[in-house]
């Protein structure tokens, strides 16, 4: 049995990875924003659903909890920075402080839970570190530009940690879901004022129609946190888990987009090179 750090366990995808890993008798230490939240938590399994209240924009806080986690409940095995949540706007409308908040939280709080862990993963040359980004974190849609563009930074930064950590026997994983049946996309999507009518007919459609979407998403939550458990046994876990067909499709369009932009100007890619510079080493 494993020892998980789930961060934002009150609802949605972190409260289904947690439920998941605990029905499977694992030991959980899920973080939570409120005390009425800790304790709904602990109590769906005694002894093994530990607490801690957190705010992960506290990078001091994060890193006292971690080290506290390890000396009283234990090592820790796995370690999932799932705290996050959605901006909804377009670009040239949304505040510059609310994008801020966003990679505040999306971005550096994950990157607070990863380096706490990661020092004593490091000293027992064991670990799974995973954060969960988004369909959005490889590709986009409009009106998402602040949260797509804080899960693209955390899909590099998991990038750069994967290959920075696997002489280390620590395994790093993205996990990608598309839409779940969450409220990710109802009360806990913050949304920005409109305030540009040029972009109506562009943006009404869709903010309707993820509105209305809301309760009914493709994705079911349990099946992901099952899905999330399988790959801790492989030998070579994916460095991506992209969850639902939804997001396969969505994504292997986006990428199929950006191999044809390479392909089609590579030749004026190439016209920039000194004759005689220095081949950077790939990874």
């Given amino acids: 049995m494993k020892t998980f750090l789930i961060t934002g366990v009150s609802s949605g995808l972190g409260r289904a990875f947690a439920e998941g890993a605990l029905d499977a008798g694992h030991t959980v230490v899920g973080t939570v924003r409120r005390e009425a939240d800790r304790e709904a938590f602990e109590a769906l399994a005694p002894g093994r659903a530990h607490a801690r209240r957190l705010d992960v924009t506290d990078d001091v806080a994060v890193r006292t909890v971690v080290d506290e986690v390890e000396a009283a409940v234990g090592p820790l095995d796995v370690a999932i920075a799932n705290a996050g949540y959605g901006l909804e706007g377009i670009f040239e409308e949304t505040p510059l402080s609310e994008v801020r908040a966003q990679f505040e939280t999306n971005v550096f709080g994950a990157a607070a839970t990863l380096q706490a862990v990661l020092p004593h993963m490091r000293r027992r040359r064991a670990g799974h570190l995973m954060a969960v980004t988004s369909m959005g974190g490889l590709m986009a849609v409009p009106g998402m530009s602040a949260y797509c563009g804080s899960k693209f930074a955390l899909e590099g930064m998991l990038e ?21 049946r969450t409220d990710w996309a109802g009360r806990s999507m ?46 070579e876990p994916p460095g991506h888990l992209v969850l639902g067909s939804d997001a396969l499709r969505l994504v292997a369009a986006a990428r199929q987009a950006v191999d044809d932009d390479i392909r089609g100007w590579e030749k004026l890619s190439r016209t920039t090179d000194f004759p005689d510079g220095a081949q950077i080493a790939g990874a």
Avoid at 198 to 225: H, K, V
């Fill in 160 to 180: 750069s940690i994967r290959k920075e950590v696997a002489a280390f026997g620590i395994h790093v994983t993205a996990v990608e879901p598309g839409s779940f």
């Fill in 190 to 235: 913050t949304r920005a004022e409109r305030t540009i009518a040029d972009y109506d007919a562009l943006f009404t459609p869709i903010r309707e129609a993820r509105m209305a979407a809301s309760g009914n998403q493709l994705g079911d939550p349990q099946r992901a946190a099952e899905a999330l458990l399988h790959i801790l046994d492989a030998p």
